[in-house]
């Protein structure tokens, strides 16, 4: 169980151009997700906290107008990087919490979307 | 703000070594705590967690941790290494008191194994 995807697994795209990237829990429904960005040798950093019917909370130094996410199912998220840059190139990981409440959070991951902007 | 700290970013040993990985973190209240393994082109999966309890717990693959709250450590151990263990391994922390959901990773510890 708690199976998490990520579609697609890899995209380039050009700079200027707009890539969504889909977070689906498989399994279980989740209230929460979470977005992270991993540079290469680096941890991961937490971009933003997806929540279901609600507007997305972004950490701080996170442009919301750049970095859109959507949470509109209980299976589903999305995040679209607008006006993509060199510089947003990355590897995008979600992940989704099960169950929803947080004193027994277990995050359960996605494998990633290796974006690369030309 | 929580903080994670890996003080070893890569570790090398043979087959059959027994493995200690550090991890120590920064927050004075109630913390949930993590390790996750990323294997080679693998996504993260969850190698162990401490809630509550006996501070001293198991996870998959004959992994265990021992949270000691005294030293704000939780170090992953394993008596006996594998090739299979060759992975990046990251300790994280969720900090849940005052509404706090953020998990906070550490910046990870590359292990290879040596055959």
């Known amino acids: 169980g708690a199976v998490v995807s990520q579609h697609p697994s890899w995209v380039i795209c050009k700079s200027g151009t707009s890539v969504k990237i889909e977070c689906r829990s498989l399994?279980?429904?989740?209230?929460?997700m979470f977005w992270y960005r991993q540079f290469p040798k680096q941890s991961l950093m937490l971009m933003a906290t997806s929540n279901e019917g609600s507007k997305a909370t972004y950490e701080q130094g996170v442009e919301k107008d750049k970095f859109l996410i959507n949470h509109a199912s209980l299976t589903l998220s999305t995040l679209t990087v607008t006006s993509a840059h060199p510089e947003d190139s990355s590897f995008y990981i979600c992940?989704?919490?099960?169950?929803?409440?947080?004193?027994?959070?277990?995050?359960?991951f996605g494998p990633g979307t290796r974006l690369t902007v030309l | 703000a929580q903080s994670v700290s890996q003080h070893n970013h890569h570790v090398i040993l043979s087959e059959a070594a027994s493995l200690e990985l550090g991890c120590n973190y920064s927050?004075?209240?109630?913390?949930?705590l993590f390790w996750y393994v990323q294997y080679p082109g693998q996504h993260l999966q969850l190698l162990l967690k401490?809630?509550?309890?006996?501070?001293l717990v198991k996870g998959i693959k004959g992994f265990e941790a021992e949270f000691i709250k005294s030293k704000f450590s939780f170090n992953l151990r394993k008596p006996s290494v594998q090739w299979s263990d060759t992975a990046e391994y990251f300790c994280a922390v969720n900090a849940f008191d005052f509404g706090n959901e953020k998990l906070t990773f550490g910046t990870g510890t590359r292990l290879t194994i040596i055959p």
């Open positions: 399994d279980f429904q989740a209230t929460t």
């Open positions: 401490y809630f509550s309890g006996d501070p």
């Open positions: 992940s989704a919490r099960d169950p929803p409440t947080p004193s027994t959070d277990t995050q359960y």
């Open positions: 927050y004075g209240g109630t913390v949930n």
